[in-house]
């Protein structure tokens, strides 16, 4: 089961700043937390990941609390095409067996509307 | 181009028949991996390869088999034990040396079994 919990939709108005909460109050120290987004009928993009500090990169910033039990996943612009389902992860840093392995829950659709 | 293809696009089948499901990567990577995704759901994995002849069964992996001769390769068969075979399949690869690391995927193929 996803190690998860996000709202099943959002909205927001083009151009402005997109704020998509995650809880992962079960996140243990060896895990990172990471983003992806699926555009309809597309395979998942990579958007970003961290374990406990704050990261930005040219897509979007993970803003992750200090007890990690929380994360906001923060697109600064967003357009019409950010319009999407956007999954948040807990991934195993260690690597071998099935760690490691990304568990996908259903995620939360975010609608950019002109 | 670098990246991961699948085809078809779209594949219909009559029920009884296996069908296989090509995935191709040029990107080098070790780890390669098949998720299935039914309408409003996330992923869930079928199948996955962290090095070449060699892989290991995911969540549901009743119903299904690869193989991974090659390291660039790695398709799926959909036989006709699995029940509920129509669904949207995404392959993905990773370098699976680094950690963290993340997935990519390929843009899908959609399974109709009628």
């Known amino acids: 089961d996803a190690k998860t919990t996000q709202p099943t939709s959002m909205d927001c108005a083009e151009g402005r700043a997109a704020n998509l909460p995650c809880n992962h109050s079960t996140i243990s120290g060896n895990e990172y937390v990471y983003w992806y987004r699926q555009i309809h009928s597309q395979g998942p993009q990579y958007i970003i990941h961290g374990l406990k500090n704050n990261e930005t990169n040219e897509m979007a910033s993970l803003i992750i609390t200090e007890d990690r039990k929380s994360s906001t996943l923060i697109l600064p612009h967003a357009t019409l095409r950010d319009t999407a389902v956007y999954y948040c992860i807990v991934r195993s840093v260690i690597y071998g067996g099935s760690q490691g392995n990304l568990i996908f829950g259903k995620g939360t659709k975010l609608s950019v509307k002109p | 181009d670098g990246g991961i293809t699948q085809s078809p696009k779209y594949l219909f089948r009559k029920e009884g028949q296996n069908v296989t499901l090509s995935c191709e990567q040029n990107?080098?990577?070790?780890?390669m991996y098949w998720y299935r995704q039914d309408p409003g759901q996330g992923l869930r994995l079928i199948y996955y390869?962290?090095?070449?002849?060699?892989?290991q069964k995911g969540d549901i992996a009743e119903g299904y088999s690869v193989s991974r001769e090659k390291k660039e390769s790695f398709p799926l068969t959909v036989t006709s034990a699995q029940k509920n075979p129509t669904a949207f399949y995404l392959c993905a690869s990773s370098p699976a040396r680094t950690v963290p690391y993340e997935q990519y995927f390929g843009p899908g193929t959609r399974l109709t079994v009628t």
């Open positions: 990107l080098n990577h070790d780890a």
């Open positions: 390869s962290q090095i070449v002849n060699d892989f």
